[in-house]
C-alpha cells in the first residue's frame, strides 16, 4: 500500500462566539484530535490537523492548497 497522509481541517470559532458555539466547535476538536490519533495508530505516514480562526478562504481552496503541498513532497 502506497503512504498516506491525512489532512484534518479544523475551523476555530469566532472570537465572538457564545457559549454553545464554543462548545460544539471543542467537541469538534476532540473528534479532529481522536481521528489524527486513529490515523496514526492505522500507519498514515504524515497527519495533520490544520486549525484556525474562520477567514473567508473557501473550504475547496484550503484543501487544494494543502494538497498540493503534500503532493509535491
Do not use: C, K, N, W
Request: neutral net charge; aromatic residues 2%.
Amino acid at each position: 500500500m502506497p503512504p498516506v497522509s491525512v489532512i484534518i481541517l479544523h475551523r476555530e470559532p469566532p472570537a465572538a462566539a457564545g457559549p454553545l458555539e464554543r462548545l460544539v466547535a471543542d467537541a469538534r476538536a476532540e473528534v479532529a484530535d481522536r481521528q489524527a490519533r486513529r490515523f496514526r495508530r492505522a500507519g498514515a505516514r504524515d497527519v495533520s490537523l490544520v486549525s484556525g480562526p474562520p477567514d473567508e478562504v473557501a473550504f475547496g481552496t484550503r484543501l487544494r492548497e494543502r494538497s498540493e503541498e503534500h503532493t509535491s513532497e
